[in-house]
């Protein structure tokens, strides 16, 4: 089982939808989560952070979060097309500062 | 404020040939890390550091790989002699210590793309 897992995708969502994206992760011990986004090309640039348990929301993201079943996920509101890109599910394993990264799900945005 | 800065951009080079990639983290961040991404495996943590100091490098694919920190201000990673399957853009990334057990998210450069012939 890999550490950090992700559908590769790729998610097709039309303009104004929600887009959803979701992870799992293999160490319980974790306590840092992140979701990245990558478009072709650049680097992955930081969306959110998440620490705790329940929803943490920020403009049109919001991350969730559920420890006991080892699940983060990702919702995008009111998607747009210039939401496409790749977004990288990051864990930080064993209590510790190594992270580990997801594959990443392809989302595409269609206007 | 200044991002991380990797130089060069791009590097093609034979195999064979040593390639040295720079990165200049963010100041004020205690933490650094490698990582290599290719379409295959993905993003691929090599190595990184606290203060300095190197922490964990078992993900360094062999000896052909080093890295070295030698200030707060600067890092290099090197490879020698470099193989075609050593193609991937690197990255690197910095970030500020933990804050009461959690850890503080990964700033990345803008990467070096690397191609060996």
């Known amino acids: 089982q890999k550490e950090v897992e992700q559908n590769s995708g790729p998610l097709s969502v039309p303009e104004g939808a929600i887009a959803s994206l979701n992870c799992t992760y293999s160490?319980?011990?974790?306590?840092?989560f992140f979701w990245y986004r990558q478009y072709s090309g650049k680097s992955p640039e930081l969306i959110m952070s998440?620490?705790?348990?329940g929803d943490k929301e920020d403009g049109r993201f919001t991350a969730q979060l559920n420890k006991a079943s080892q699940y983060v996920s990702l919702l995008i509101r009111d998607s747009q097309p210039s939401d496409s890109a790749t977004y990288l599910c990051?864990?930080?394993?064993?209590?510790?500062?190594?992270?580990?990264f997801g594959a990443g799900t392809r989302l595409f945005v269609k206007a | 404020d200044a991002g991380v800065i990797q130089s060069p951009r791009h590097e093609v080079t034979e195999m064979g040939q040593e390639v040295t990639l720079r990165c200049k983290p963010i100041?004020?961040?205690?933490?650094l890390f490698w990582y290599r991404q290719t379409m295959m495996r993905g993003l691929e943590l090599l190595i990184y550091?606290?203060?300095?100091?190197?922490?964990?490098d078992s993900g360094m694919p062999e000896d052909r790989f080093s890295a070295k920190m030698p200030n707060a201000s600067f890092s290099t990673l090197k490879i020698q002699p470099s193989e075609p399957r050593d193609s991937a853009v690197y990255f690197c990334?910095?970030?500020?210590?933990?804050?009461?057990?959690?850890?503080?998210?990964?700033?990345f450069g803008d990467g070096t793309r690397l191609s060996i012939l």
């Open positions: 990334a910095s970030s500020q210590g933990p804050d009461r057990n959690s850890n503080q998210p990964q700033h």
């Open positions: 160490d319980r011990v974790s306590q840092s």
């Open positions: 998440i620490y705790s348990n």
């Open positions: 990051a864990v930080s394993i064993r209590g510790g500062f190594k992270t580990i």
């Open positions: 100041s004020g961040h205690d933490y």
């Open positions: 550091f606290n203060n300095n100091v190197p922490i964990d």
